[in-house]
């Protein structure tokens, strides 16, 4: 299961704060973070960590604006979110799942579980 919380409604050029914790899943080696998907277009990835090697990895949309990062242990991560654009309203999905070197850090194939979404809403 995957427990996701933050998100709201916030003015652009304001902050927002995801939290996700998955628990039920081990792993040695796994990749965990998040995508969205805006109103009409297709589920993205935003920002994730691959375990063996703690390496984060950004869209180009979000790079320099977000921060992904392990927060209180294994299988836990928080996504600050900065300087943020009506561009970037979306429901936000919290993801986990076994690293595979065939596919990129933001694909979606990687992730076994999925949370249910947080919406957030940036406000020009």
């Known amino acids: 299961q995957l427990q996701a919380s933050g998100g709201g409604l916030v003015q652009a050029g304001g902050s927002l704060r995801l939290s996700c914790a998955a628990s039920g899943f081990a792993s040695d080696n796994y990749i965990i973070g998040w995508f969205r998907q805006a109103p009409g277009k297709r589920r993205e990835g935003v920002a994730t960590?691959?375990?063996?090697?703690?390496?984060?990895h950004y869209s180009d949309s979000v790079k320099g604006r977000f921060t992904i990062a392990e927060d209180n242990g294994k299988y836990s991560v928080y996504l600050q979110m900065n300087r943020l654009k009506p561009e970037d309203t979306a429901v936000y999905y919290c993801?986990?799942?076994?690293?595979?070197?065939?596919?990129?850090?933001?694909?979606?194939?990687?992730?076994?579980?999925w949370g249910k979404g947080t919406q957030v809403t940036v406000s020009s």
């Open positions: 960590i691959s375990s063996n090697d703690e390496s984060t």
């Open positions: 993801a986990v799942g076994r690293y595979s070197s065939w596919y990129g850090p933001l694909d979606e194939p990687h992730m076994d579980y």
